[in-house]
């Protein structure tokens, strides 16, 4: 299944599109 939104909160409105690269310099 290919993820096309990423939460980044707790509200509906809070959905961004994801971007692979920038979620895993996110993460390191």
Do not use: N, R, Y
Request: net charge negative; no cysteine.
């Amino acid at each position: 299944i290919p993820v096309k939104f990423v939460g980044v909160g707790e509200q509906a409105d809070d959905l961004m599109p994801f971007e692979a690269s920038a979620f895993v310099e996110a993460l390191l």
